[in-house]
C-alpha cells in the first residue's frame, strides 16, 4: 500500500491523500488551495497524476480546501463516484457551483486585464471548471449515512463518523484488505470541531487505527474557553453599537461560521446581553442556502441550538431584525449604515467576495469594529489583520485601519491542540503509522513532537508530494 500527500502538507489547505493497493487507486478530499500567491498556480498544476487511475473517492467535508478541486478532477479524466454524507451532498451543491461562478469571473477578469496591456491573447486563460462542469460532477456523489458501514468495492468498507467540524463533516474509517489478510484500518480525521462550541456535535472518537491522518490547524495554541469568547463578543457589539456608535463586520465562512454566529447572537438578545434593536444582516446568498440547509438538517444540531430554533418558532416577536440580503443592491444598501448594524458576509479569509466592500467601507473608521471568528491562512487578508497591519490594499487601493480588530479564537471550527490530544486519547492502541497533516510547517512539526512525547507513537509529517510505503 501507498499513501501519497497531493495536499494539506505542511500547509493548512488543498486536502488530499491518494491511496494505491494492489492495482486499486482512490484519494481521500480533493481540496482546492487557498490563500497566498501560489495557491492558483498550484490550482491550476493539478492534478500532478492521471485522474483516470481514480476509482473513488472520499470526502470529508465540503469546505472548498477540502472539495474544490473534485469538478477539476472530473475534467480532467476522473469518472468515479464520490462518497460522503447526506448534509455534505446537499452542501457541495451550493459551494461548488458557487466555486465555478467565481472561477469563471476571475477567467474572464483575468483575460480581460490582458488584452488591455497586450491588445491581444494567443491563448485565453481558461477557468479551473465551469458552472456546467461543477453541475454534471454533482451527479457523482453518493450519500451515506452516519455510522453506517458501507462496501465501497470487495476490498474497501467505510464509516463516517461525526467530526464536529461543519454540517454534514466526517471522520472517514477505511477498512482496506489486501492479498486476503486482515483488513487494515485508515482513519481520516478530517476537520475535528471544538467540543463544546454552538451548533456541532462534539466529534465522534475512534478506539482503533492502523494508519491514521490527523489534522493540526491549531496545533500549536489552545482556544480561549467558549464563556470568555462570548463576554469578548458582548463586549466588542455593545462598545461599537453603543458606546462608538458604528457598525460591527464580520467575516464568516458560509457555511458553519455564519450560522455559529447567528446562533450566538439571537441567543444573546434572547439573554438581553447586547440591544434588541441591533440590525443584523447577513450578506452573501451562500450563507443564506447554508443556513437553510442547517434548518433542513436540525437533527444534527447539539441540543442547546434544538432548545433556541424551538424558542425562536414560539417567540417570533421577540426575534431581532435579521435581514438575509439577495442582490448586488441589497448588498450595497448595506454600506449606507453608519452605525447599529452587525454585518456577516462572506469569504471567511476576506480574499474574495462582499465582505471585500463591507471592510473598505468600514475599515477607516474608528468607531467600527471587524470581529475576525476562525482560521486566516497565511497570505490572506484576514491574515493581515489579525497581524495588525496598519493599512490593507482593497480594489487596488491602500485603506488605513482605524476599526477595532478582535480575534474571538474560541469559535474557531477547528479543535485546538488539547482537544485533538484528547480526541487521540481514546484510541487505545498504538497506530502503526501517525501523519500529521492539515496545518503550517512548524504548527505541524511541533504537534507531531508532541504526540510522540505524549504518546510514544512513530508520527511523521509529510512534505508536500511525499510518499509512503505502509
Known amino acids: 500500500m501507498k499513501l501519497t500527500f497531493h495536499g494539506a502538507a505542511h ?4 486536502s488530499c491523500y491518494r491511496i494505491d493497493s494492489q492495482g486499486l487507486s482512490f484519494l481521500v478530499d480533493c481540496g482546492m488551495f487557498q490563500g497566498g500567491r501560489s495557491a492558483d498556480q498550484k490550482n491550476r498544476e493539478f492534478p500532478v497524476f492521471n485522474p483516470e487511475e481514480i476509482d ?8 472548498i480546501d477540502h472539495s474544490g478541486l473534485l469538478p477539476r478532477l472530473a475534467v480532467m479524466g476522473f469518472r468515479g463516484p464520490v462518497y460522503c454524507t447526506r448534509a455534505t451532498a446537499d452542501l457541495l451543491e451550493v459551494l461548488l457551483l458557487d466555486s465555478a461562478h467565481i472561477q469563471e469571473k476571475e477567467a ?10 497586450r491588445g491581444t491573447l494567443k491563448t485565453e486563460q481558461a477557468p479551473l471548471y465551469t458552472v456546467n462542469q461543477a453541475r454534471e460532477f454533482l451527479k457523482r456523489l453518493i450519500p451515506v449515512e452516519y455510522a453506517a458501514a458501507t462496501d465501497v468495492t470487495e476490498r474497501v468498507r467505510v464509516c463516517f463518523r461525526d467530526a464536529g467540524h461543519i454540517l454534514g463533516s466526517a471522520i472517514i474509517e477505511v477498512w482496506l484488505t489486501e492479498g486476503g489478510k486482515k483488513p487494515t484500518k485508515l482513519v481520516f480525521s478530517g476537520d475535528l470541531g471544538q467540543p463544546g462550541r454552538p451548533l456541532m456535535e462534539d466529534p465522534q472518537t475512534v478506539a482503533e487505527a492502523d494508519i491514521l491522518l490527523v489534522e493540526s490547524t491549531y496545533g500549536n495554541r489552545l482556544h480561549k474557553g467558549m464563556a470568555e469568547t462570548i463576554e469578548e463578543l458582548v463586549h466588542a457589539v455593545n462598545d461599537t453599537v453603543v458606546r462608538k456608535k458604528g457598525n460591527v463586520v464580520i467575516p464568516a465562512f458560509a457555511v458553519g461560521r455564519t450560522q455559529e454566529i447567528l446562533y450566538l447572537l439571537v441567543d444573546l438578545i434572547r439573554k438581553e446581553r447586547i440591544p434588541r434593536n441591533t ?12 443556513t437553510d440547509l442547517t434548518l433542513k438538517h436540525w437533527r444534527l444540531l447539539d441540543s442547546e441550538s434544538k432548545e433556541l430554533l424551538e424558542w425562536s418558532r414560539e417567540n417570533k416577536h421577540e426575534l431581532p431584525y435579521i435581514r438575509f440580503t439577495e442582490t448586488p443592491e441589497d448588498s450595497m444598501a448595506i454600506n449606507k449604515i453608519r452605525q447599529g448594524a452587525i454585518i456577516i458576509s462572506a469569504s471567511g479569509m476576506c480574499d474574495a467576495g462582499r465582505i471585500k466592500h463591507h471592510l473598505r467601507h468600514n475599515l477607516p473608521r474608528a468607531e467600527c469594529t471587524v470581529i475576525i471568528a476562525g482560521f486566516q491562512a497565511a497570505g490572506s487578508l484576514g491574515r493581515r489583520l489579525v497581524d495588525k497591519m496598519s493599512t490593507v490594499r482593497l480594489f487596488q487601493e491602500t485603506i488605513p485601519v482605524r476599526a477595532d480588530v478582535y480575534t474571538l479564537g474560541g469559535l474557531s471550527a477547528h479543535a485546538d491542540r488539547d482537544a485533538v490530544l484528547g480526541w487521540l486519547g481514546h484510541i ?12 503550517e510547517g512548524e504548527t505541524a512539526d511541533g504537534f507531531g513532537a508532541n504526540i510522540r512525547q505524549r504518546f510514544g507513537w512513530r508520527v511523521d509529517v509529510p512534505e508536500p508530494g511525499e510518499a509512503f510505503e505502509l
Open 428 to 439: 487505545v492502541k498504538a497506530p502503526k503509522r501517525t501523519f500529521v497533516v492539515h496545518g
Open 279 to 290: 440590525a443584523i444582516f447577513v450578506d452573501s446568498p451562500m450563507a443564506t442556502k447554508a
Open 56 to 63: 473513488f473517492v472520499l470526502l470529508t467535508h465540503a469546505h
Open 11 to 14: 500547509e493548512v489547505t488543498g
Open 108 to 117: 474572464e477578469w483575468a483575460n480581460l486585464a490582458k488584452r488591455k496591456k
